[in-house]
Each structure stands twice: as structure tokens, then as C-alpha cells.
């Protein structure tokens, strides 16, 4: 397995101009696959406060498990300058591969190519380590992401997400924090970057064919993200079928 992980780090050296702000219709993936699931996702997220204050990206994703390890997705990522109108900004495909537990700790690599649909927009390859563990009622998950977009001089850039959430009424109600953030590169590791952290709620809904997933927070903007913005809005459905 360490073996794996490696090769997956060193495919991701292969450097990113900046996109949405951390966060901004992103997800915290989990690290277990359920063979034969089908899910549809809209993840929106919107800054407010600052100078970006109205600017807003969203997320559809669709994706099928075919095995107990293998996740396969595509995603159609839309964003909105403050002033400005929607555009299609990318197009993905991604996979996720479950490569077991250790100590306790389920362990998956993401894979990703983003096709840019606007011509400013390169191509760009993102790699992730997916952590997650469950004990009980707690569910906590750290992405650490690796993404170099397809342009010359591009660096790989470093970045991170994580949740942790508690049950307190059964998988019906969770209440949690979450974070996302940006840790530089492998050249310049740990500057001064945008981070966003706050808390979260999930809930489900049953009994209506399929299982609705619906996660809503707020984002407080920490260190470089105070520039531009005070926070963001965050609202994500899943369904699964």
C-alpha cells in the first residue's frame, strides 16, 4: 500500500492557477465505495462579504460504483464572477479506488482530468489521498489534494479538506465543522494562503425512493481569504439511489 500512495504523489508531481476559492462547491470525500450506488450531486458554495462578495461556483456530479472499491464520476463545475454572468468553467471525470484500512483509518486515492471549457481555462489533473475514519457516531475525513493545471511553468499546487461531524439524532442529524484551505506547493510549502472553517449540518431524508443528503454551514474566510471575502455559504444534495 505505501508503495501505491507513493506512486500516486509522485504522478501528481507532474504544478495551478487559481480557481474558485477553497471550498467553493467542493466536497469531503469520503474513503468506502458501496458496489452498485448511483449518485447525483449539486454542491453550491457563495462568498459573502468583501470584495468578492456575490461570487459563487456550483458543482453537478454524477457518479456509479461498480465494486465495492471503485467509485467512476464526471462533474460540470459552473462559476459566477460578483458581476458577471454563470459560465461553464470545466468539465471532469474522476475515479476513486478503496485501498483498505489501516489502523483503523479506510484509505482511497482520488483521480481527476478537468477538460477547461473557456479559453483561459487549461486543462488540469488532480490527484487526492483520502483519509477517513469511523468511530461510532463520529465520521472524520482529510482530502489532501494534488493538482497541477496543464500550462507551462504550472507548479503543483497543495491543498487540503476535512470534516468532522457527530451524530446526535441517529445518521437523520449530524452537526460538525469543516475546513479547506491551500497549502502552496511542493516549492513553497506552508505560506500565507486562503483557508476557510466552519461549522456544518447534515440531515437525511428517507422513505421518497431514493436517499436525499443534504448538507448546509457557513465557512468563516481565515488568514489571505480575509482579503477578498468575510465567509462562505455552503449547500450540497445528494441523492443515491
Not at 118 to 129: F, M
Request: glycine letters at 12%.
Amino acid at each position: 500500500m505505501k508503495k501505491v500512495v507513493l506512486a500516486a504523489l509522485a504522478a501528481c508531481t507532474l504544478p495551478c492557477a487559481a480557481h474558485a476559492a477553497p471550498g467553493m462547491g467542493d466536497e469531503v470525500y469520503g474513503a468506502t465505495t458501496e458496489k452498485g450506488e448511483v449518485e447525483l450531486e449539486a454542491r453550491y458554495g457563495a462568498l459573502a462579504g468583501g470584495a468578492d462578495d456575490g461570487e459563487d461556483a456550483l458543482k453537478l456530479e454524477a457518479a456509479y460504483s461498480p465494486t465495492d472499491r471503485l467509485r467512476l464520476g464526471a462533474q460540470l463545475e459552473l462559476e459566477r464572477e460578483p458581476s458577471g454572468p454563470r459560465k461553464a468553467e470545466a468539465a471532469s471525470f474522476e475515479a476513486i479506488y478503496t485501498l483498505g484500512r489501516v489502523a483503523g483509518i479506510d484509505v482511497a486515492l482520488y483521480g481527476e482530468y478537468e477538460v477547461g471549457l473557456l479559453r483561459d481555462t487549461p486543462d488540469a489533473v488532480e490527484g487526492k489521498i483520502l483519509l477517513q475514519r469511523k468511530a461510532g457516531p463520529l465520521d472524520a475525513r482529510l482530502n489532501l489534494i494534488f493538482q497541477k493545471h496543464l500550462a507551462t511553468g504550472q507548479k503543483v499546487e497543495v491543498g487540503y479538506a476535512a470534516s468532522a461531524d457527530y451524530a446526535v439524532a441517529g445518521d437523520e442529524l449530524r452537526v460538525g465543522v469543516a475546513a479547506f484551505g491551500d497549502l502552496g506547493s511542493f516549492h513553497r510549502f506552508l505560506p500565507s494562503a486562503e483557508h476557510f472553517v466552519g461549522p456544518i449540518v447534515k440531515t437525511e431524508i428517507e422513505g421518497l425512493g431514493p436517499e436525499i443528503g443534504i448538507e448546509a454551514g457557513y465557512l468563516f474566510a481565515v488568514d489571505k481569504a480575509r482579503d477578498d471575502t468575510k465567509g462562505q455559504f455552503r449547500l450540497m444534495v445528494e441523492m443515491e439511489f
